[in-house]
């Protein structure tokens, strides 16, 4: 037999060994319990969770005002 | 012809579905969660071969579906978009517990799962032969893992992975190629 001969070989009989060591799931595995419950938690706490865009205006307005408090009455004044 | 009109309803029901999940309406992500997620558990399950991480994947899956709403296109169809964020979500957490060198095999630490494998391949090498498996990197674990161990069609692998067909018959063969390495490093010669 060739080397590539050997080699397929050797191949077919490790997806075998692989088959073996790590036999398929059931055809229809269901979860544990209704997932819905904790999918509906998540949505609410990311939607909860403002954006780090927000943040990142929020202290970007906070160092403004720090480092320009002069800047307060036109902020005001646009506001 | 009853039954006609009766499909014809519920495609168009269908579409109607879609079409309001695409707006962000939350009973139609329900309705479309109800439907689909077995499947998305199974397909999973497949891939990360623990239940508890399936299912807690399977919530960061269907949260991810959700927050890309806007993005779904009615006329591709729910499962398989859903099947390929479940496959991307899937991909991320292995590449984290790579990340964190947990490298401990599933199967490994669960001697059930071991039990029930081919009694003519002693649990050694079972073991070291899945603990080999979990070494591999994760882009190809998940083509070898879903196409060799649970015999999927290329196709579904390839769509739900977002390749080709021909790039995952590449992956597999790379799989089995540092496998075979990696075993015989061990000693086992398959």
């Known amino acids: 037999m060739n080397e590539h001969g050997r080699n397929r070989t050797e191949e077919d009989r490790i997806r075998k060994l692989l088959q073996k060591s790590m036999p398929p799931i059931e055809a229809e595995p269901e979860p544990s319990r209704d997932l819905w419950p904790a999918v509906l938690k998540r949505l609410n706490e990311k939607q909860a969770a403002p954006p780090w865009f927000d943040w990142a205006l929020l202290a970007g307005l906070v160092g403004l005002v720090a480092f320009f408090p002069t800047a307060i009455p036109v902020f005001l004044y646009y506001l | ?190």
Do not use: C
């Open chain 2, 1 to 190: 012809m009853a039954e006609g009109t009766q499909t014809a309803a519920e495609e168009q029901e269908g579409r109607q579905l879609l079409t309001a999940f695409r707006h962000g309406d939350v009973a139609a992500f329900e309705t479309l969660f109800r439907q689909h997620q077995r499947a998305v558990y199974g397909w999973i399950l497949r891939i990360v071969r623990n239940p508890a991480t399936a299912d807690e994947l399977t919530v960061e899956t269907f949260w991810r579906i959700y927050r890309a709403h806007a993005r779904f296109d009615p006329s591709r169809g729910f499962a398989g978009w859903a099947r390929r964020i479940a496959t991307h979500a899937a991909l991320d957490w292995m590449r984290s517990v790579r990340k964190e060198r947990e490298l401990k095999m599933e199967l490994a630490s669960d001697p059930s799962a071991l039990a029930i494998g081919d009694p003519a391949v002693s649990a050694e090498v079972r073991s070291k032969t899945a603990q080999a498996f979990q070494r591999l990197p994760p882009k190809l674990r998940i083509a070898a893992v879903l196409a060799v161990v649970e015999e999927q069609p290329h196709k579904e692998v390839a769509e739900a992975l977002g390749i080709s067909v021909a790039a995952v018959k590449l992956r597999v063969f790379r799989a089995i190629r540092l496998l075979r390495k990696d075993l015989e490093q061990q000693g086992i010669r398959p």
